[in-house]
């Protein structure tokens, strides 16, 4: 079992517009409204492409029913931790051009009882994983020490663990020893400090992350490991127009439907396929009109992608 572990979740809305124009009152189609937030993200890709996943995170007031309601409608095995704060909200304005803005709002603080629940909730769920994701932002306040925790649990369960954040949370997933980290350039550099790429995962590496899943926008994604820090690429070869919001997460999903059987880092044909498969789910999400699903090309985008 895969457990996909999303921390602040979101009631997900997206609106289509033919172009954003500040300042003015624009008319547009009504939004549709799903379930959200990166982790959840990953688990609906997952469980859409067979794989045996839960979906673990927290819900709160009307906006957490609405979550959990129609995550579960859609067959999503979950398990929540209530919370006496609201669920938040996020919107994405995408336009035709596919430029997208992303409206989020910060998720609310924790107490220490909803944390003690939250932590027994994640030692309940490790038992039963061989995978596990734990993907983008934590409740307001949340100490770094929390997300270190979170791995450290997760590795003492012997569970292949990626985790994908950014900011001063993924040097922290490093230092606790996450089998795979997860950034986009932007985030890599920003977080490390690094003038290129080579230099941030080298920077991730050193300070103990497993491997680094790096995403390079219109050029595909790179993977890199202490023992290749060069590192191997995947590539599709063309720029796809579309709605950008969730590729990253179906990056994620992609990689985890080769690595989360395994329970391990892949290797030799295995990590190239787990590779070309992230990029292939990755670029099919990008045509896909909402996060936390593919588009129709997935398989043949598979065929499509390049190794080297």
């Known amino acids: 079992m895969i457990v996909c572990i999303t921390p602040a979740p979101a009631l997900d809305a997206t609106i289509t517009v033919g172009a954003l124009e500040l300042g003015e009152s624009l008319r547009v189609p009504a939004a549709s409204v799903r379930a959200g937030g990166k982790g959840i993200n990953v688990a ?6 067979g794989h045996a996943v839960l979906s673990l995170s927290t819900r709160g007031g009307e906006a957490g029913r609405r979550l ?33 803005t992303v409206l989020n709002e910060y998720a609310p603080a924790l107490s220490e009882a909803e944390w003690a629940a939250w932590e027994a909730a994640l030692l309940v769920a490790a038992r039963e994983a061989r ?7 934590w409740p307001a306040g949340a100490d770094s ?5 979170a791995v450290q649990l997760l590795n003492a369960a012997g569970v292949y663990t990626v985790v994908d954040t950014s900011g001063p949370l993924l040097l922290t997933a490093a230092e606790a020893g996450a089998d795979l980290l997860k950034p986009n350039l932007e985030e890599l550099l920003a977080a490390t400090g690094a003038a290129t790429a080579e230099e941030g995962v080298a920077a991730l590496l050193a300070l ?3 491997s680094v ?17 060069v590192g191997i690429r995947a590539s599709l070869g063309v720029e796809l127009r579309g709605n950008p919001t969730g590729a990253g997460d179906a990056g994620v999903a992609g990689w985890l439907s080769v690595a989360g059987p395994l329970g391990a880092a892949p290797e030799g044909a295995d990590r190239a396929l787990a590779l070309r498969t992230a990029v292939a789910w990755s670029a099919s999400a ?17 065929e499509r992608v390049s190794v080297d």
């Open 68 to 100: 959990s309601a129609e995550l579960e409608g859609a067959g999503v095995p979950c398990a929540w931790v209530e919370t006496a704060g609201e669920t938040r909200s996020s919107t994405a304005l995408v336009e035709d051009s596919g430029r997208t």
């Open 145 to 149: 020490a929390r997300l270190a925790r």
């Open 131 to 137: 995978a596990a994701t734990i993907s983008g932002s």
């Open 208 to 210: 103990g992350a497993g």
């Open 44 to 49: 609906r890709i997952l469980h859409g492409a």
């Open 286 to 302: 990008v045509q896909a009109p909402v996060a936390g699903q593919l588009g129709p090309d997935a398989a043949a985008f598979l």
């Open 213 to 229: 899943l790096l995403s390079r926008g219109a050029e595909g994604m790179s993977h890199h490991t202490r023992a290749d820090p």
